[in-house]
């Protein structure tokens, strides 16, 4: 008989995203026992790469491949036997790394918590959780009087999870819950349930009413939720304390009863206690959190119960931004002017833009909150791209904080305290309210200066100079971290003695002692709050009062709100006015508002003090007279004026070299090609040193594209990239594309 001749044998290729810093995906065959049907989009495969294995996305399955068919290598394994990312996600992905021009690879890997990057097995254990009984939720303090353990344990439960606890959660609060819990347990005071029974209730049951909503907050609610299941961005502008949090758990309710789920992004950890508690006195149903502080197997935990539907509500930072959902209903963004929401380095993005792509992709709603909404934000308003929703009055009638601006020229000044604001600490010491100083500088002095010939301390490898740190008796560089014992004979002209001169937190904190002997003063910054959980102790003294007066940078300007504190000032306004930044106004504005927002409450107004040698200034002016949002429009109309975003479209390219001429060359090699793009629409501006070109010695230099319109960048850049990768001096530095940057260091 003879043989039948088959057909070629069709090659099976898959496309894979992997880790790696190069601008393409790449192909492996798939061996002939693998079941196609598998191989679904999403999935996480292994793959020989190198001398290793690496854990990629596979991106699709094709018939042909451009590599040469020796050169191709067979897939390892299968690591997921259903996808893990749905098509709108691996298209969001795809859109990400085109639009930021970043390495999809590592785009698609940012989608995945790290345990999940790492090849680990994806499941979702089935955890147990810790609920009251009914016995045990109306047992009261003095029932458990003499075992102070259980009796805490269940307080906490009573008042801070009536929906049940994990071991982990209740463990982080009682490092020995294991023991307690058994013998709650046999008092029939606890009992144990699965993690996912709450999910299971048909009806869904608010544990704690809503609030009566105000007329502003209720055509907020209902302007929302009339979109819910289409897409649309809706800008909640309120000040602190006006209700935003209400709208959203108002707007939240109607999402759950859906049985949909809600993305919560934050900018910051410290603040999710608190928000996290607050979800849960509200609804009874499963809420995880994600965020830097937890374990791989935690956030794993939190991504994996989203993913299948297990949990209804994520809180999380900006790398929750692609979690997947299993039944999307809402996003959420809180505080969406902040900067943490743009990831500073490897892929560039923007949470707020890409999360509204996602809503986009996904057809729901987004709601972006602030106080001091971005510029950004307001110009897509004035576009008619989002719709605005404002909160006008504090909510629990609150009233606003008092600004006064402190004009310091010529005043005699106690290590940067005027009279005026002196005064003021002493009335409110007095009445037993506290006291909030912001200066955004930490150590003792930015300077260690000669007396006779000036020399100033610098960093040996930045361009920078050395900060005094005062306790130490050092002398630190806060870009590279070098440090060195403090010099008292100046070492230039080694007869002069050195003097710290200018004011950090430090200082400000040595003068407080002295003026203040028998207050107890609370200094906050990152020299003091480095130990784990020293941060949450001290905001804990703030709260219960422990403390007068509170010293602090940067740290103190978010979402604690502390309702004794009625005086709040900011030490030096000044530095934030003559920045080269342009986005340096905007910043200043939103700080001082923010941690004006910090104090006070119904019945103790609080009172803001800006100590500035700018009384004048016409920023400072519009923003205390007429409030943030006339302050933006009005700085809107000056960016409009000058033609600089949101009113035209930035990219920065960056290089890092450990030689200048190095940097200096390739970037005049990208100018020359970019050269002929440029045109009245499209600047080209550099190559140029970064503001600080020498960092850690290593030298920074950039070229600044600016287009009127995105579309030109955009054809500049794809061009530009290809080039750029190819570039032999490529091989010999490190560069990036910052795609809107809204920092231009
Ligand atoms: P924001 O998120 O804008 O800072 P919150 O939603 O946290 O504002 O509200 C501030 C305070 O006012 C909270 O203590 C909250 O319980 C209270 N609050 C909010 N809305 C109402 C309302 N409609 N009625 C009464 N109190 C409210
Ligand atoms: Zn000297
Ligand atoms: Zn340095």
């Known amino acids: 008989m003879l043989m039948q001749e088959s057909a070629p044998p069709e090659l099976c290729i898959a496309r894979v995203a992997l880790p790696v810093p190069l601008y393409r995906v790449f192909d492996y065959l798939i061996p002939t026992d693998f079941e196609l049907q598998k191989l679904q989009p999403g999935i996480r495969v292994k793959v020989p790469f190198g001398r290793n294995y690496m854990t990629g996305v596979l991106l699709s399955v094709h018939n042909t491949t451009s590599i040469a068919p020796d050169k191709l290598k067979p897939l390892s394994a299968l690591l997921d036997s259903e996808s893990l990312l749905t098509p709108a996600d691996i298209e969001l992905l795809h859109w990400a790394s085109r639009d930021y021009y970043h390495a999809p690879g590592e785009v698609f890997a940012q989608a995945f918590p790290n345990a999940l990057r790492k090849g680990k097995v994806a499941e979702l254990k089935n955890d147990e959780i810790w609920l009251l009984t009914e016995q045990g939720q109306h047992c009261t303090p003095e029932q458990l009087a003499r075992a102070p353990k259980q009796q805490q344990l269940l307080s906490y439960l009573q008042a801070q999870a009536p929906n049940g606890a994990s071991l982990q959660e209740l463990r982080r609060q009682f490092p020995d819950a294991s023991n307690v819990l058994k013998t709650l347990l046999a008092k029939n005071l606890l009992t144990r349930a699965p993690a996912e029974a709450t999910l299971q209730v048909s009806t869904l049951p608010l544990l704690q009413a809503a609030l009566v909503p105000n007329a502003e907050q209720l055509q907020a609610i209902t302007t929302v939720c009339h979109a819910l299941g289409q897409f649309q961005v809706f800008l909640l502008e309120g000040v602190t304390g006006s209700g935003k949090t209400e709208v959203y758990l108002q707007v939240i309710q109607q999402v759950l009863a859906k049985g949909q789920q809600v993305l919560v992004l934050l900018p910051e950890i410290t603040l999710t206690p608190q928000l996290e508690a607050r979800f849960k006195r509200r609804f009874a149903v499963t809420i995880t959190t994600s965020h830097s502080k937890l374990t791989e197997n935690q956030r794993q935990r939190a991504w994996m119960q989203m993913q299948q539907g297990a949990a209804r509500i994520l809180l999380g930072t900006r790398s929750a931004l692609f979690t997947p959902l299993k039944n999307p209903g809402l996003i959420i963004l809180d505080e969406e002017h902040d900067s943490s929401f743009k990831q500073q380095e490897g892929f560039r993005y923007s949470t707020r833009d890409v999360a509204i792509m996602r809503a986009k992709s996904l057809q729901i709603p987004v709601i972006l909150g602030s106080a001091t909404p971005a510029l950004e934000s307001y110009a897509n308003v004035q576009r008619g791209r989002f719709q605005l929703l404002q909160l006008t009055q504090r909510a629990g009638q609150a009233a606003d904080p008092r600004i006064l601006i402190i004009d310091v020229r010529n005043k005699p000044l106690q290590q940067g305290l005027s009279p005026p604001l002196l005064q003021a600490i002493n009335d409110t010491l007095a009445k037993n309210e506290q006291v909030l100083l912001f200066l955004n500088r930490r150590g003792f002095a930015p300077l260690l200066m000669c007396h006779s010939c000036g020399w100033v301390a610098r960093c040996p490898s930045c ?283």
């Not at 407080?512 to 200094?523: A, E, G, N, Q, T």
């Not at 940067?554 to 530095?575: C, E, I, R, W, Y």
């Not at 600016?706 to 560069?735: G, S």
């Open 463 to 745: 361009d920078a100079n050395l900060v005094v740190h005062f306790a130490k008796q050092q002398l630190r560089c806060h870009h590279c971290g070098f440090e060195q014992a403090s010099v008292k004979l100046c070492p230039l002209c080694k007869t002069g003695e050195t003097f710290p001169l200018g004011l950090g937190t430090e200082r400000v904190e040595a003068v407080l002692s002295s003026l203040f002997p028998d207050k107890r003063i609370l200094r906050l910054d990152r020299d003091t709050t480095q130990r784990k959980g020293v941060l949450e102790d001290y905001l804990q003294q703030i709260q219960q009062q422990q403390v007068d007066i509170i010293l602090g940078t940067q740290m103190l300007a978010k979402g604690h709100h502390f309702p004794n504190v009625t005086l709040v000032a900011l030490l030096d306004v000044d530095s934030g006015l003559f920045s080269i930044d342009f986005h340096a106004p905007e910043k200043l504005a939103q700080l001082i508002v923010q941690v004006a927002g910090r104090a006070g409450r119904a019945d103790k107004p609080g009172q803001v003090m800006l100590q500035t040698r700018q009384p004048e200034h016409p920023l400072l002016l519009t923003l205390i007279r007429e409030g943030y949002h006339h302050f933006a429009q009005q700085a809107l109309a000056e960016r409009h004026a000058a033609g600089l975003p949101p009113f035209s479209f930035q990219a920065l390219i960056r290089v890092v070299a450990t030689n200048v001429e190095l940097a200096v060359e390739f970037l005049h090699q990208v100018q020359q090609f970019a050269q002929p793009h440029a045109s009245e629409n499209l600047l080209i501006l550099g190559p140029a040193p970064a503001p600080m070109a020498k960092r850690a010695n290593q030298f920074h230099y950039q070229i600044l594209l600016q287009a009127e319109r995105r579309m030109h960048l955009r054809q500049v850049l794809d061009a530009l990239i290809p080039y750029m990768v190819d570039l032999p001096l490529a091989k010999k530095l490190r560069w990036s594309v910052d795609v809107d940057p809204v920092d231009l260091y």
